[in-house]
């Protein structure tokens, strides 16, 4: 103690000075913001001009049928450039509204269909973006958080710029979660400047009606300036009112006889007049098109980048790093000042898309990075609850949904709580929002993709759950909500024991332990027996006869959500203890997890050499982390490095699945940072340090650093742990906790080298605490099986 105390006093002092002069270099040359565009990973690569912002303005891509999720598609034309974009996602594309498109002349008629080709790939780099048209157009884009500026150069006068309020995002995947445009409205001033509304429902989380307003002006006079109004494409007016408004296709065209034209747009979840102040606010005439650039640039700089150091020099992994970190810093979006549904001194975030695949890594990543956005999505999260019921696990336009599986704000919470997040939280009112997912059944939403209960919010299988400690095929995917719900409640367990409510603490840590129920250790697969199965709704919820490489079409009425009986059986890490003890003890669990990772056993996996393993997924991501709790922390390290060098690099195609919002660069980060975190505990697993040092600024002067030594290529060899120190002390845990590295700052040192050594402690087990004080067999009463309950 003494020790560590002397040698954090004498390291933290040049840190702090460190840490400053990290935060003014730029490290935005390294940002590629096409990391993960392509090869399904469905980034955004337009500007965001600070972490979080609200607005996201980027290009429109329609290319056939193909879901351009974020706006942004490598091949197709361009419809437009909008203000409003989600990251990273996938479900159904949501937003694009708030639209400009340059044309190259005159516009006959504004309802025809007018989008471009590429003359070129498109360019961008932090807080910029720049598209080439075949029509002589060139579109650069910049912008503010809540404004977004579009410098547009014609090659020839006369020109146009399309103002469509009917313009979204559209989806083509026939699920009936495309996007509906409501009606509108726009006016066009004597100053030539506009405003107006658009009113848009619909998309992946079926939201009601939603209304932006918007305000936008040109730096250059128009030569004239029209409404139009319309259906399909057929023109109803166009030029002779000043204001529009109805159902019906409206918006404006402004023509110009510049050949550089900048327009400013403002957007707004309350008003017009609010739209118009955040251009005088944050995007007045006199700040140039550059200088808002150099703005986006050192906001990023100082609140993200300069947060992350290291001595690395190899420019694929600093792309790799800081490509990553801009990737997580993009949604949810800050819209503090911006909720249209109720007032409260509370901050505001939406876009939460989804908690369901944030809350392992991306999550705890914003802790450490971002503890004051942080801790305001929590207050946010729980100001939803107090104001609609229900905290979200998807959201975005105001608007809860869907649900896949568990109630996963239950989780972070619980994680932010163990880690002694307080601040401006009201953890009282925080429990309360857990228990109303824990304890209320959400009205069902008769949702066509999932009818037995509801996809918006809360649990929806909770009469089960509770009643019978079990989901039976009464509910649609049964097991893996079973998996998740255990872990939302070991989150209550978590949180209710913090706050000295004992009975509670027991009640859901209890609960917690009810994916038991569905371990049937009859059900075989590849030589290893006991899979978590599906139970049928007759008295004794007999098992169902389960093949555990399969689950059908895995999605929403089946009992597996996107992963295979194999993949979630994986998941209770909360009660990893009994998971290995149930599978058949260390050795065999071991077998599992190399089974598990063998190319060639899931034959309809191409990507990942049939792994049943799916690196696009999150069900299958904490797997390789099992090792350690099996006592083997190398094959930790070896996996994950295998895992990383097959589906990750700084490409454009980096990403091997969807980003969702940054919870797949999160987890490569923990990877580079060589931990990992258990969600709800305190515990982060050792891994393995991609770099030679690496330094987290955790604020108020604390850091933590990562060093390693001794590895001469760690990316393909000389990965495995030799020695670790922590803080300076020698460390035989394959883990460490919140307090030991981050409440106060720490570091890791940490020796790696070609071969596996066992250099923990091997009497020292990572912590399972749903499984202490349990009778190591649980014993379930005899059931009987039936063969057909997969077909109901
Ligand atoms: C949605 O908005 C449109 C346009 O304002 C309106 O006509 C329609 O009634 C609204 N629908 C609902 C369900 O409120
Ligand atoms: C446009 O629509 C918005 C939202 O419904 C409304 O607040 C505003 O008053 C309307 N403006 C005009 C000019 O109709
Ligand atoms: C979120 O937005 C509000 C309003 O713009 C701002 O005051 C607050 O500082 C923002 N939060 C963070 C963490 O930047
Ligand atoms: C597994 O099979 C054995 C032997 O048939 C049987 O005794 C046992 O009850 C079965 N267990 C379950 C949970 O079905
Ligand atoms: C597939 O297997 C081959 C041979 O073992 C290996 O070289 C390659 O990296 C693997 N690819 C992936 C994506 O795992």
């Keep these: 103690m003494v020790t560590t105390l002397f040698y954090r006093s004498i390291w933290l002092l040049p840190i702090a000075y460190m840490l400053v002069a990290a935060q003014q270099q730029d490290r935005t ?28 303005l980027g290009p429109d891509v329609s290319s056939g049928q193909a879901e351009a999720y974020s706006g942004y598609l490598s091949q197709g034309t ?137 305000c936008g002006q040109f730096d250059t006079a128009p030569t004239s300036g029209r409404t139009f109004i319309g259906s399909e494409t057929t023109l109803e007016s166009y ?24 327009s400013r747009v403002g957007v707004s979840f309350i008003s017009s007049d609010r739209a118009c102040e955040y251009i005088d606010r944050e995007s007045p005439a006199d700040k140039s098109f550059t200088s808002l650039i150099d703005d986006a640039v050192s906001r990023w700089n100082t609140e993200v980048f300069g947060k992350v150091t290291t001595a690395e020099t190899g420019v694929d992994n600093l792309r790799h790093l800081y490509s990553s970190l801009y990737g997580m810093h993009l949604l949810p979006s800050n819209r503090t000042g911006e909720n249209p549904l109720w007032t409260s001194s509370e901050p505001y975030y939406d876009d939460f898309y989804t908690l369901w695949d944030t ?11 971002q503890p004051r956005t942080y801790e305001e999505q929590i207050r946010s999260l729980i100001d939803t609850w107090r104001n609609e019921g229900w905290m979200p696990d998807g959201r975005s336009s105001n608007y809860n949904g869907r649900t896949q599986g568990g109630s996963h704000a239950d989780t972070v919470l619980a994680d932010a709580y163990v880690k002694g997040v307080r601040g401006g939280i009201n953890w009282e009112d925080g429990f309360d929002a857990m228990l109303a997912d824990a ?37 649609t995917r049964s097991v893996s909500r079973a998996v998740e719900y255990a872990g939302n409640d070991f989150g209550l367990f978590q949180v209710a024991n913090g706050l000295g409510r004992t009975q509670e603490a027991n009640k859901y840590l209890a609960r917690s332990r009810n994916w038991r129920n569905h371990w049937d250790e009859n059900a075989t697969s590849l030589g290893f027996s006991g899979f978590l199965v599906p139970r049928n709704n007759d008295a004794s919820g007999s098992f169902v006869e389960q093949d555990p490489l399969s689950c059908g079409a895995c999605y929403w009425v089946e009992p597996y959500y996107q992963g295979l009986p194999w993949q979630y059986t994986l998941n209770p890490v909360h009660d990893a203890a009994t998971l290995i003890e149930w599978s058949g003890g260390k050795e065999t669990f071991l077998r599992r997890l190399d089974t598990f990772f063998k190319p060639g056993r899931y034959p309809e996996r191409p990507k990942a ?84 040092s690496i330094t987290i600024d955790l604020g108020g002067g604390k850091a933590l650093e990562v060093t390693a030594s001794g590895g001469g290529d760690r990316k393909t060899r000389d990965f495995y742990v030799q020695s670790l120190k922590v803080n300076g002390g020698e460390w035989k845990q394959v883990w460490v906790t919140w307090d030991d590295v981050f409440r106060d700052g720490g570091r890791l040192d940490f020796e790696l080298g070609p071969e596996p050594t066992v250099w923990w402690d091997e009497s020292l087990e990572v912590p399972s605490p749903a499984s202490h004080g349990e009778p190591r067999w649980f014993r379930r009463p005899t059931v009987e099986k039936m063969e057909d309950g997969l077909s109901a």
């Design 239 to 262: 030029g002779e009112v000043s204001s529009v408004s109805g159902s019906k296709r409206l918006g404006a065209v402004f023509t110009f006889e510049a050949t550089e034209v900048m």
């Design 609 to 692: 050499n049939n792994t049943i393993f799916d690196p696009t997924n999150q069900p299958s991501l904490g797997a390789p982390y099992l090792y350690s709790f099996a006592g083997r922390q190398d094959l930790t390290v070896k996996q994950t490095r295998q895992i990383a060098n097959a589906y990750y690099s700084p490409g454009r195609a980096g990403i091997p699945g969807n980003s969702d919002a940054g919870a797949m660069q999160s987890y490569i980060l923990w990877m580079m940072i060589g931990l990992y975190p258990v969600v709800g505990q305190t515990t982060f697993l050792i891994v393995s340090p991609w770099f030679e």
């Design 439 to 475: 304890e209320n059944e959400p009205p069902n939403t008769d949702d066509p993709s999932a009818r037995d209960s509801s996809v918006q919010q809360g649990r929806g299988a909770l009469p089960d759950w509770n009643e019978r400690g079990f989901i039976t095929l009464k509910y």
């Design 78 to 214: 361009i419809t437009g450039f909008s203000m409003m974009h989600e990251s990273g996602t996938g479900g159904a594309p949501k937003y694009g509204v708030v639209s400009q498109l340059p044309v190259a002349g005159e516009i006959e008629n504004p309802l025809n269909d007018l989008s471009a080709s590429r003359a070129s790939p498109d360019e961008g780099s932090v807080g910029y973006y720049k598209s080439s048209l075949m029509n002589g157009v060139t579109a650069e884009l910049a912008g503010t958080e809540h404004t977004g500026a579009f410098l547009y150069t014609f090659s020839e006068g006369p020109s146009s710029v399309l103002v469509d309020v009917s313009h979204v995002l559209p989806s083509y995947r026939g699920m009936g979660w495309n996007q509906g445009y409501a009606g509108g409205n726009m006016t066009i001033f004597d100053d030539g400047h506009y405003e107006g509304s658009g009113t848009y429902n619909n998309g992946w989380n079926k939201a009601p009606n939603w209304t932006i307003h918007f």
């Design 359 to 369: 809350h392992r890594c991306a999550t705890p990543l914003q802790h450490i990075l």
């Design 29 to 56: 040359e390294y940002v590629d913001v096409f990391h993960g565009t392509e090869g399904g990973g469905n980034m955004f690569p337009g500007v965001v001009a600070a972490p979080f912002a609200m607005v996201k």
